[in-house]
């Protein structure tokens, strides 16, 4: 069964102090495949639909705002006025400024897929979503300030009290963006209205909701959950989930297709296998190409149980460059998510019935 994912799951690993960060940023291997670029009304059509059929794998590609998982440090939702709002962006720079929200989506250059994902998403967790957001580059935000000399992290600052920063190169790196509008809509209250960060590829945590301030600093600025030992590079691992059948289920003898998603991050999806076995063979599954090089893939594979009994399903996914999903280590089996992310490989347990 998919795990509910609630907010003391995420607070389980706090209290074990500052860990040292292990992951060095990687890079994305080889050119990424993806669904050709879809034009406005094609884009139009898929948020209408809300599922795809994948040859027998019905899934939510996109995921509905309302459906959308939440994380929030604390219970504070601002209530921002879009009229007066103002985004400020200070710091190392020559000509610090601030932008009204409708200069804001004057700028917008960007409508992207994204994939978010929760530091404290456990295997097999929902605390990972897919959306389609619109927005403005960050680059082009900051280059308007003219940037000095010496800037180690741009810092971003909300409107609750949280914050968070990434390093400089990352932020001029044209990745980054300032999103106003999730799958064709204002951004909801809860998912950061009216301008929140949008940073691919890492953990959730870096895409500050409720934006107000971008800081250009000269040293290694600590967020809020980066204080309490979160890790600060935050590359999201390799996972993948089995969405369907789900844990504990009777599944018929004949016919069944297998499927659910995976993610890498920036490391990309280069192959997913399912085993049936517990663990012992390995079988390629089918990819569907991801709607951009930013969001998970829908995989599904045809399975044919030959008898009746218990099985036990397991899937593990590869990078582009062949890297294949982590296990978790000692100190990962102990200490579940904390400090960068879950690692191990999801499995459910199904009876076949005739
Ligand atoms: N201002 C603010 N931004 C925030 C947070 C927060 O508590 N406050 N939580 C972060 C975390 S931990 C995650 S995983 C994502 C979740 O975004 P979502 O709630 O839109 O899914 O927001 C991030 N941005
Ligand atoms: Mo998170």
């Keep these: 069964m998919k795990t509910s ?17 292990g992951i060095g940023v990687s ?8 669904a050709e670029a879809l034009t406005e009304e094609e884009t139009h059509t898929l948020l209408m639909k809300g599922t795809v059929n994948f040859k027998g794998f019905t899934a939510e590609e996109i995921t509905p705002n309302n459906e959308f998982y939440i994380t929030t440090y604390s219970d504070k939702v ?30 917008q250059d960007r409508t992207e897929f994204v994939t978010l994902e929760c530091i404290g998403n456990p295997v097999g ?9 619109e927005g403005v580059t960050l680059r082009k935000v900051l280059e308007r300030a003219v940037p000095g000399k010496g800037i180690v992290k741009a810092a971003f600052f909300a409107e609750d ?46 895409s500050v909701k409720w934006l107000s301030k971008i800081e250009l600093v000269d040293y290694d600025f600590k967020g809020y959950w980066q204080k309490r030992g979160w890790s600060d590079t935050a590359v999201i691992s390799i996972m993948s ?28 999806i280069g192959k997913v296998q399912v085993s049936l076995d517990d663990r012992k063979t390995w079988h390629d ?13 829908l995989w599904r594979y045809d399975w044919r149980p030959a008898k009746e009994g218990d099985h036990r399903i397991t899937v593990r996914a590869f990078g582009r460059g062949g ?32």
């Design 78 to 107: 601002p209530d921002i006025d879009p009229k007066t709002f103002s985004l400020r962006v200070e710091g190392r720079a020559e000509k610090p400024y601030a932008l009204s929200l409708g200069e804001i989506k004057a700028m």
């Design 241 to 268: 989930e089995i969405l369907m059948p789900m844990d504990g289920r009777e599944v018929p003898l004949g016919n069944y297709v297998i499927g659910g998603i995976a993610f890498g991050g920036r490391y990309g």
């Design 285 to 297: 599954a089918e990819m569907k190409a991801p709607l951009s090089r930013w969001s998970w893939v």
């Design 5 to 21: 994912f609630t907010r003391r799951d995420f607070f389980k690993g706090l209290g074990a102090g500052t860990i040292g960060l």
């Design 161 to 206: 009290g949280y914050s968070d920063s990434i390093p400089y190169s990352l932020a001029l790196s044209g990745e980054v963006f300032l999103a106003f509008r999730m799958n064709g809509q204002a951004l909801p209250k809860q998912h950061g209205y009216p301008l929140r960060m949008i940073i691919p590829g890492l953990y959730g945590e870096k």
């Design 27 to 34: 890079l994305f291997d080889g050119i990424y495949q993806c």
């Design 323 to 354: 890297k294949v999903q982590e296990s978790p280590s000692l100190f990962g089996k102990l200490f579940g998510t904390f400090p960068d992310g879950a690692k191990g490989l999801h499995s459910v347990s199904v009876k076949v019935v005739r």
């Design 125 to 133: 967790g929902s605390a990972v979503s897919n959306a389609l957001w």
